[in-house]
């Protein structure tokens, strides 16, 4: 099932389109750590290191400029398996650092 058909309001795309790239990154950076209330996005301050949620944060405000192989690369390994991984694939974690 693809929950994010099933959240109100809908959760925008990150990689098509504009995405969230027309926020500044400071903005999604208090978004990333603090969660969307009623919208299905928690926090992720006890989950994320301070330098983590910034590259986010980031990544989110350049995502229409990066390459496409690099968009490739932060897509999870096997999205068919039973669970998603939130996490990137270790080969995306490389193009991060």
Do not use: C
């Not at 903005?27 to 949620?53: C, F, P, V």
């Not at 192989?69 to 694939?89: F, H, M, R």
């Amino acid at each position: 099932m693809d929950y994010a058909t099933t959240m109100f309001p809908k959760p925008p795309q990150l990689f098509p389109g504009k995405g969230v790239t027309d926020d500044p990154a400071s903005e999604t950076y208090w978004k990333a750590a603090n969660g969307i209330r009623l919208s299905g996005m928690r926090s992720s301050k006890t989950k994320l290191t301070d330098a983590q949620l910034w590259q986010v944060s980031e990544l989110l405000a350049h995502a229409n400029e990066i390459p496409e192989s690099v968009k490739q690369a932060l897509i999870p390994d096997s999205p068919t398996s039973g669970s998603a991984s939130p996490l990137p694939s270790a080969s995306a974690k490389k193009l991060v650092k």
